[in-house]
């Protein structure tokens, strides 16, 4: 098996990365229909260079797999709904199969009423939200993905994990300018790239974490026991996840808080997390060709404004996103270290040692 080092230096084409983790997942118990659908979003996702929440995840969702937090072979089914609205019930079903299905009911939602809105209960970590907020674009539509999460971020004026890193997400049609797209974590930073950085053994920017006592702290080998996240611009950011709570979980009937289980660990159980949808249907308020000409007229307007002297550019939201998939999907990709690991762990998990290798050139 060639070495860490080595698959640094070489590049994988995303349709091979995409087969190469859908068949290992199969071999972990999924259907070939949720094993694709799982790793469309998590190679896409890599795509955007959003490496912390691509397909390294996929170890320890097999993991959650075998110690019964995930069940693969249950389904998502609608309890309760209205002409623009529904709550599904995710049956710890795979969450990325489920995110995908409740983003396609507030899309028909949005098709009959103008916006549609589909909360999820009992699920787990369904990846980078965005991904979900994309597939609004195929319909011209806008969309809005969030999820709530177990508590490991601390509260304005707190100093313990009280709420998760409830990240939310949108996407917005444009004309002949990239759609605007933006996904976030509430939190300073998603909880995956603290992990990254322990597991690396590598400090974490100041600001990140804070002690037991709520000061300052740059080593994450503390984290989760003695050091906890901290709010995306202090009180706003913890605003904003409250909402994505309210709508997340409060609403959706998932649970909330610290009733919230972590997915990820040995023997873990369902996490019981909540997600939320939303779909608004442009053509339904006004014409399409002219919200997009208005979009593209915000956008040129936002990139001509003067620039500060540090800069060579300035970016809409998502724009470096795009670029990077347009990269990708021409030259393939370099996958980072903290990637590579667990893709060879996965495919030793497995017996896909020389298929993983074999993809890389």
Known sequence: MATLDTLMTKRVAPADLQRFCAEAMVRCGLSREDAAVTAEVLTTTDTWGTHSHGTRQIRPLMRA????????????????????????????????????????????????????????????????????????????????????????????????????????????????????????????????????????????????????????????????????????AGYKGYGLAVLVEVLAGILTGASFLSGIKAWVGENAPPADQGHAFIAIDIGAMMPLDAFKARMDAMIREIKQAPKAVSAERIYLPGEMEWERRDTALRNGMQLPDYVLVNLQGLAEDVGMLAELETIFR
């Open 65 to 232: 797999v075998k110690a019964g937090g995930i069940r693969p072979g249950a389904q998502s089914a609608i309890r309760r709904e209205g002409p623009g609205w529904a709550v599904v019930d995710a049956n710890c079903a795979m969450p990325m199969v489920v995110a995908c299905r409740a983003m396609e009911i507030a899309i028909a939602k949005a098709k009959s009423a103008g916006v549609g809105y589909a909360g999820v209960a009992h699920s787990s970590h369904f990846g980078a939200a965005g991904y979900y907020a994309t597939l609004a674009l195929r319909h011209d539509m806008i969309g809005l993905s969030m999820t709530n999460c177990d508590p490991c971020v601390a509260v304005t004026g707190g100093r313990t994990p009280v709420i998760g890193t409830n990240p939310i997400s949108f996407a917005v049609p444009a004309g002949q300018e990239r759609p605007v797209f933006l996904d976030v974590a509430t939190s300073i930073v998603a909880v995956t790239k603290v992990m990254i950085a322990k597991a690396m053994g590598r400090s974490v920017p100041a600001g990140w974490l804070c002690d037991p006592e709520g000061r300052p702290t740059t080593d994450p080998s503390g984290y989760p026991d003695r050091s906890v996240l901290q709010p995306m």
